[in-house]
């Protein structure tokens, strides 16, 4: 993992702070990643390609409604795999600079 990155879950159970963000997203229960993304501007002629500055966060939620929630529970391996796919997408894109 990133060490710029952070990954969470939010549960019935987490902490006040918490509980008001899922209230306001509308979720009941998710996990949340945070990244650094690190793409800056690029010109090429006239033109200025690439719209993310360096510095900005890369925030990425997955999570279920307040009446979906009680069918699934997030296990310990979709908070892995969630992890994997928000440092998949923080790469893409950080490399992103490649293809403009």
Known sequence: M???SEVGRCDPSAP???RRLADAIGLEEFLWLSSNVRRGNVRRGNVRRG????GSRLL???GSSPRTAKFHRFSEEDQNHFMLLG???AAL???SILAA
Request: proline fraction near 5%.
């Open 51 to 54: 719209s993310v500055r360096s």
């Open 93 to 95: 894109v950080n490399n």
């Open 16 to 18: 006040p702070a918490l």
């Open 60 to 62: 990425l939620f997955a």
């Open 2 to 4: 990133d060490a710029c």
């Open 87 to 89: 440092n998949h997408l």
